[in-house]
C-alpha cells in the first residue's frame, strides 16, 4: 500500500515539476550531475505525502511549518540537509536520507511567537553544496 | 628685560605681519572716511561697547542684554543712515587710491588762481575784496554771510564778484585752497588821510587790516586798481608777480612747504600711528592674554583614503583636544576652526593604528595643543567588492485566512552591492522594507525598497527598489 503511495506520489510530483511555473525562491543554484532535486516547497502541512497549502507567508498560528524536497535519478543511498534560517541566524540544521530511484522528504519547524519575520531554508546535498534556497516569511 | 627679550623671541614673523596688516587696514579705513560723518559716529558705537564690557563686568544682565540688542541696531542702522558716505568711497577714484592715496593738500593756496583772477578783474573792472586770515580767529571782527566751504577757482571767484550777484558787495574768506565764506560784512576804517578816491570797499579792506594781522586784497570796482592792504599798510599792486610775492609772504610760502610736509607727517603719521597702537594692543590682548584652557571634543576626519578600502571598524570617531590660548580666542573658538586629520594613504587591510598628534591637528593661530585624549586611533579597513546579492520580502502583518499568498515574483530578483570585502562575502540575502499583509485582498504588483544593511554598503545609481508581483489564491476549506 505504502508502495503504491509513493509512486503515485512521485507522479504527482513529476506533474507538479513541469506544469507549474518557477515560485519565487526557488532558483536553481547548483544542479548535481547525479541526483536531481524535482520539487521543493514551502507548505502549510503535508497530507498523504502531499504538501497542502504551499505558500511563501505563513501565519504563526498555524505552529508548524512544512519544507518539502522531492529527488529523482538517486543512485544510491545518500542523504541531503534542510538547513533552517530565521533572517540569517541558522535555527535547525536537519539531516535527511534518500533511498534510490526517487525519494520525497520532509522536515518541519515548531512556530513560536518570537520566530515572525523573514526566514530561509537552504537544501544542500551531503557535501554541503547548495542546491535551493526557499524563501518565506512567518507572519501574524 | 631678559623676560622681554624672551616675549620678543617667541614672537613669529606672522605676527608681526598680522600686527602689520590690521594697522594699516585700520589706518585706511581712518583716511577713507576721514572728515565724513560716519567717523563722527563712531565714538558712540565705541562707547556702547565700551558699556557693554562694564555691564558683563558689573554683571548687570539686562544692561548688557539692552547694549546688546542696541549694538546690534546701531551696526544697521550705521548702514542705513551712512549708505551715501560708504558707496562714495568704494565708487571713487581707483584701487591705488583706495590703497594706498592720501587725500590731496586741500590746505596750500592756489596763488596762481588767485593772483590771475585778480587781475581779470581788475581788467573787467569788477569789484572784489579777499580776506586771507592767519591762524588768528576773526569771527567777532566780521558779520554776516554766508558759509560756502567752496573749492578756490577762476570761475569762482569771477562768479561771486560778478555785480548780478547778491553776494557781491561782500568780502569773501580764503582759507587754504578753498572759499569759506562769501557776502562778509567788514568794519570801516575811520581813518581820515586816505585818498578822496578809496570807496566802502577799500576802508572796509582797511577796517579789517587794522584791528588784525589778516591781508586784504581789493580790486576797485571804478579804476580796476588792485591795492593790498595789512596792518596800516597800503599798497598798490602793479603786476601779477608783485602779487603773488605778497601773498607768499603773508602766508609764509616759502616756508610753509617744509612745515606743510611736516604738518601733514604729523597729520597721518598721528592716526597712523594710533592705528598700530590699538592694533597691537588688540593682538596682545587676544593672543598674549591670560592663558587658559579648554577641552574640545573634535570628530575625525579622514582623508586620502584608497580607492576601494573602507573603513569597516573605527575605536573612536571623536577625540578630546585639550587646547591652551588666551582666554579671548578660546572663548570664540568655533568648531569649524579645529580640524582632526588622518591620512590613510598608507593603510592596508586589516588593523591600522594612528597616533593623533600636532601634525595632525589644525589650530587657529594662538591656540596651541596641550594634550589628546586618545592619543592613537585603531582602524579596521578592507577592500570593497562589488557582488550580487538576491533579496528575500519581509512581509508582516495579518493575512485574511480565507487567503493564502501562494507565490511572488520579485524584479530583479538579486541587486548589485558594493561594501567592505568581508561584509559582502558573508552577505547571503538583503531584506526588503516591511510589506504589510492587511490589506491585501487580490494578486496585485508594488514597489518595495531594499534595506542596505549595515550602512556601509552601497547600491550603484541607489537602484534599491524592487518591483514585487503577488499571487494570491482562496483557501480550500475542505482541507481544514
Known amino acids: 500500500m505504502n508502495t503504491l503511495k509513493l509512486t503515485l506520489l512521485i507522479v504527482q510530483t513529476f506533474l507538479l515539476v513541469y506544469c507549474m511555473p518557477a515560485r519565487a525562491g526557488e532558483i536553481q543554484e547548483v544542479t548535481p550531475a547525479a541526483m536531481v532535486l524535482s520539487h521543493a516547497v514551502m507548505c502549510e502541512s503535508i497530507d498523504d505525502f502531499k504538501p497542502q497549502n504551499p505558500a511563501i507567508v505563513f501565519s504563526i498560528d498555524l505552529g508548524k511549518v512544512f519544507c518539502f524536497t522531492t529527488f529523482d535519478q538517486i543512485k544510491e543511498i545518500t542523504h541531503i540537509y534542510h538547513k533552517w534560517f530565521q533572517v540569517d541566524r541558522l535555527v535547525s540544521k536537519k539531516r535527511l536520507t534518500l533511498k534510490p530511484p526517487q525519494w520525497s522528504t520532509i522536515s518541519s519547524m515548531q512556530l513560536r511567537m518570537a520566530d515572525r519575520g523573514p526566514w530561509y531554508v537552504e537544501i544542500t546535498d551531503k557535501d554541503d553544496t547548495l542546491l535551493q534556497r526557499l524563501r518565506f516569511s512567518i507572519s501574524d | 628685560m631678559i623676560d622681554a627679550l624672551t616675549f620678543m623671541a617667541s614672537l613669529r614673523w606672522q605676527d608681526f605681519l598680522d600686527i602689520g596688516l590690521n594697522g594699516f587696514i585700520l589706518f585706511r579705513l581712518y583716511i577713507l572716511f576721514r572728515g565724513s560723518k560716519l567717523i563722527r559716529a563712531m565714538p558712540v558705537v565705541i562707547l556702547l561697547w565700551v558699556l557693554k564690557g562694564a555691564a558683563i563686568f558689573t554683571g548687570l544682565v539686562v544692561t548688557n542684554w539692552a547694549i546688546q540688542g542696541i549694538i546690534a541696531a546701531a551696526a544697521l542702522i550705521v548702514i542705513i543712515v551712512f549708505r551715501d558716505e560708504i558707496a562714495s568711497v568704494f565708487q571713487t577714484g581707483n584701487l591705488k587710491t583706495f590703497l594706498w592715496g592720501l587725500p590731496s593738500q586741500g590746505d596750500i593756496t592756489p596763488l596762481d588762481i588767485i593772483v590771475e583772477s585778480t587781475f581779470e578783474m581788475g581788467k573787467s573792472k569788477v569789484g572784489a575784496l579777499m580776506i586771507f586770515p592767519t591762524a588768528k580767529d576773526i569771527n567777532d571782527l566780521v558779520q554776516g554771510g554766508i558759509d560756502w566751504d567752496g573749492k578756490l577757482s577762476m570761475e569762482m571767484l569771477l562768479s561771486i564778484f560778478w ?318
Open chain 2, 163 to 480: 555785480d548780478k550777484n547778491p553776494v557781491h558787495d561782500g568780502a569773501i574768506i580764503i582759507k587754504g585752497n578753498r572759499i569759506s565764506r562769501v557776502g562778509v560784512i567788514l568794519p570801516l576804517s575811520r581813518r581820515t588821510d586816505l585818498p578822496s578816491r578809496y570807496g566802502t570797499r577799500h576802508r572796509a579792506g582797511l577796517g579789517l587790516a587794522e584791528c588784525s594781522d589778516c591781508l586784504v586784497i581789493i580790486v576797485s570796482e571804478e579804476s580796476g586798481r588792485i591795492t593790498v592792504v595789512k596792518g596800516n599798510e597800503i599798497k598798490n599792486v602793479k603786476n601779477m608777480a608783485q602779487l603773488k610775492i605778497i601773498i607768499e609772504g603773508h602766508i609764509g610760502k616759502g616756508k610753509k612747504r617744509d612745515s606743510a610736509l611736516w604738518k601733514r607727517l604729523f597729520e597721518y603719521g598721528t592716526p597712523a600711528l594710533v592705528c598700530l597702537t590699538l592694533v597691537t594692543g588688540i593682538w596682545f590682548g587676544l593672543s598674549r592674554g591670560r592663558e587658559t584652557l579648554k577641552s574640545v571634543v573634535v570628530p575625525l576626519e579622514y582623508t586620502d583614503i584608497q580607492k576601494d578600502f573602507e573603513i569597516i571598524e573605527s575605536s573612536t570617531n571623536t577625540v578630546t583636544l585639550h587646547l591652551g590660548g588666551s582666554v579671548p580666542l578660546l572663548k570664540s573658538l568655533g568648531p569649524q576652526q579645529i580640524k582632526v586629520l588622518l591620512k590613510l594613504n598608507a593603510a592596508s587591510a586589516g588593523e591600522n593604528i594612528y597616533t593623533v598628534s600636532s601634525k595632525n591637528i589644525v589650530l587657529p593661530p594662538g591656540v596651541h595643543l596641550k594634550n589628546v585624549e586618545p592619543s592613537s586611533v585603531t582602524l579596521v579597513l578592507d577592500g570593497t567588492i562589488t557582488r550580487q546579492i538576491p533579496i528575500q520580502l519581509n512581509w508582516t502583518g495579518k493575512l485574511s485566512e480565507q487567503l493564502i499568498l501562494a507565490y511572488a515574483d520579485i524584479q530583479p530578483q538579486t541587486i548589485t552591492v558594493t561594501g567592505p570585502q568581508k561584509i559582502i562575502k558573508s552577505l547571503t540575502t538583503l531584506y526588503t522594507e516591511r510589506i504589510f499583509l492587511d490589506t491585501i485582498q487580490t494578486s496585485g504588483k508594488i514597489d518595495v525598497v531594499v534595506i542596505l544593511q549595515p550602512p556601509s554598503l552601497k547600491v550603484p545609481d541607489k537602484k534599491n527598489i524592487v518591483t514585487v508581483t503577488y499571487t494570491v489564491v482562496q483557501r480550500d476549506p475542505a482541507l481544514h
